[in-house]
């Protein structure tokens, strides 16, 4: 299992940008595809993005196309995602994960976890 963990939350006004990154442990980095999932008070946890092995291939929630830019750099074992022109409705606990083979967008497929970062979006 790889270890995560994420950085970058906070609060912010509507309109403002955050970026989170996420730093995995181990060298068997670029053998994960990575995500990043998102869960608001009272609602289920839902996938936000995805991005894969090499980088090449992402996937986005139709809620944050255009939005958010998710990345990663193989060499220093970091997934970010940049999140733009944020809305209240962004407002969650965003949580990092990482997969062998291919980003799970079911929660149930998900290989590790990170511990979770706040983001709060004021009106």
């Known amino acids: 299992q790889v270890q995560l963990v994420e950085s970058g939350g906070g609060l912010v006004q509507a309109g403002d940008s955050l970026m989170l990154s996420c730093a995995a442990s181990?060298?068997?980095?670029?053998?994960?595809?990575m995500g990043w999932f998102r869960q608001a008070p009272g609602k289920e946890r839902e996938f936000v993005s995805g991005i894969s092995r090499s980088g090449g291939s992402t996937y986005y929630t139709d809620s944050v196309k255009g939005r958010f830019t998710i990345s990663r750099d193989n060499a220093k074992n970091t997934v970010y995602l940049q999140m733009n022109s944020l809305k209240p409705e962004d407002t969650a606990v965003y949580y990092c994960?990482?997969?062998?083979?291919?980003?799970?967008?079911?929660?149930?497929?998900?290989?590790?976890w990170g511990q979770g970062a706040q983001v709060t979006v004021s009106s």
């Open positions: 994960t990482a997969t062998l083979g291919y980003y799970a967008r079911d929660p149930k497929g998900v290989g590790s």
């Open positions: 181990g060298r068997t980095f670029s053998s994960y595809a």
